[in-house]
């Protein structure tokens, strides 16, 4: 929280495997402001091969007393 970043994973498919990456604390509130948030393709660049991977958000998990994300996948 302190630096204001938030965890998450990019499951894999045939193509590529799993990336564990850290996006901007902003990240899953742009997500869930946005129309049709969790059918909406979402392009992310993969960090080592700089391609463009096009995803679908599956959840993301809120703390219980804050009810700030803490986890974001797609």
Excluded at 10 to 25: A, T
Excluded at 53 to 70: A, E, M, Q, S, W
Aim: aromatic share 14%; glycine share 4%; net charge negative.
């Amino acid at each position: 929280m302190n630096e204001q970043t938030i965890p998450g994973v990019i499951h894999g498919r045939d193509e590529f495997s799993d990336l564990d990456l850290v996006w901007p604390w902003k990240t899953p509130f742009r997500v869930t402001k946005s129309e049709h948030a969790y059918v909406r393709p979402w392009y992310i660049i993969d960090p080592k091969t700089e391609e463009e991977i096009r995803v679908t958000c599956n959840k993301i998990d809120y703390g219980i007393k804050n009810h700030l994300p803490y986890y974001i996948e797609f």
